[in-house]
């Protein structure tokens, strides 16, 4: 059986984490005071001692926090970083006030507060610092390593989380909506989730604060057997997305090849079913993306598919386990150039993730298409994904997977 990112490593990447934030932030503090100090070898224990308990409690609230995932993105490291730094800070000083006998009373709040602008000023700083970076560097580190995977072992997603600016990507057959960003974030945790429980490894690229369309990773990247073909996206505002799921995919020992401009191409033009790669012509997908790609993708016969009517070829089609294509009608302009084509009832109902060969993920927005499936024999697990299909994504864009 394929194993899964289990809690037992996530835990491990939690105290990993904590612990290269720790000693960071706890190393750069008793050497910044004993520089202070003039090097005096006497001061160097005592200002070890006046750390160490903080440094202790910073380590248990990053551990906890990296449990509850909150080290991913760098907005959120930050926060815990900076609330961790503040909290342990406190709780430090007053431990030693405790060892010291001294009693704490009324008079000691205000000392022990005026730290945070003193003794302990740079303490909360450097504990902001390291998770932001040492911290998101490390979780990804842990949570990867050994990842690599073999054929016939192991299944890996790659998943990215959602920017913080998502509400600002690319539209261009839906109106603009309002987003949501904390539902997005919940809903992005269920699908990650939805995909472990099915046996996906999942792998985090480098989440990207500013790149608003980053967490539809699909489209950077196709996956042919052993090799990545890195994108050249249509969207020159998702140009720069490439370059963090090129640094997945090498750690992951897979081999690299792209498509160079002039070419284009998103992945989520591109439907594999058996040896043949069904690519979409359209906005984002340009005919020289479609060259390079024939002239890469040995032993695959490439068709090329026009797409006007949706944003991607699997915004209008995708294929069932058993290499049916099924899309809403009214989007496929060409369903004729399919083997087997079945049309469902909604449009979202056209996009499905093959977990396993007798199950399949599918958007919650389809009750009526999911009931098909299931009729077909096919297990379905459903997720809400309402507000990636506000900025005109499905289900499989959230993530690649590799088998």
Known sequence: MPTRVSTTRRLLAAVGTAAVVAL???????????????????????????????SFVLFLLVAVAGVLG?????????????????????LGTLSVF???????????????????VGNNLFFVVAAALATVYAGTVAWRAILTRDTRPQPGTRRIALVR??????????????????IDPALADEQWDAYVAALETAGFETVEVAAAETLADSVFVEDAVVILDRLAVLGSPGAVS????????ETSVTDLGLDIARIELPGTLDGGDVLKVGRTIYVGRGGRTNAEGIRQLRAIAAGYTVVAVPVTRVLHLKSAVTALPDGTVIGFAPLVEYPELFDRFLAVPEASGAAVVVLAPDTVLMAASA???AALIADLGYRVVTVDISEFEKREGCVTCLSVRIR
């Open 98 to 116: 405790l060892r010291a006998g001294n009693p704490v009373t009324a008079d000691t709040v205000p000392v022990v507060l005026g730290s945070l």
């Open 24 to 54: 960071v932030v706890h190393a750069a503090t008793v050497l910044l005071y004993f520089s202070a100090t003039g090097g005096a070898t006497a001061q160097f224990l005592p200002i070890n001692d006046f750390f160490a308990g903080s």
């Open 161 to 178: 989380a959602p920017a913080a600016n998502l509400a600002d990507g690319e539209l261009t057959h839906l109106e603009r909506h309002d």
């Open 70 to 90: 909150l080290l991913r993105r760098r907005r959120t490291a930050l926060a815990v970083g900076a609330v961790g730094g503040v909290v342990a800070a406190i």
């Open 238 to 245: 998702r140009r720069e997305e490439i370059a963090a799921v």
């Open 367 to 369: 009750p009526l298409s």
